[in-house]
Nanobody, 124 residues
């Protein structure tokens, strides 16, 4: 049974930083692309950033480009999201997802497993 567990969320001030982690169990993530997405109450899931299975292809939503950095450690079966220069509009529930294959996709339908999420709140 695949399990993805996010951690590292919390309260940050505007301009602050947080580092999210996504730990996988029940499956090795090395063959799969992985992504972060976020959800605000009343809105749909928004793709934020993704990384291919080998880490060579990385992509970001325009809203976070230059502020967020995605990484993965296949040996630790874990993915990360370093979030810098946080803005109030980054406030959301952040979830990690496992893609069906190794190639990176922004299409959320291509992801077959999701974690429960970790809450990020940016406020002064």
């Amino acid at each position: 049974q695949v399990q993805l567990v996010e951690s590292g969320g919390g309260l940050a001030q505007p301009g602050g930083s947080l580092r999210l982690s996504c730990a996988a169990s029940g499956i090795a993530i090395s063959p799969y692309a992985m992504s972060w997405a976020r959800q605000v109450p009343g809105k749909g899931l928004e793709w934020v950033s993704g990384i291919s299975s080998d880490g060579k292809e990385i992509d970001y939503a325009d809203s976070v480009k230059g502020r967020f950095t995605i990484a993965r450690d296949n040996a630790k079966n874990t993915m990360y999201l370093q979030m810098n220069s946080l803005k109030p509009e980054d406030t959301a529930l952040y979830l990690c997802g496992k893609e069906r294959g190794g190639d990176l996709s922004r299409i959320l339908f291509e992801y077959d497993d999701w974690g429960q999420g970790t809450q990020v709140t940016v406020s002064s």
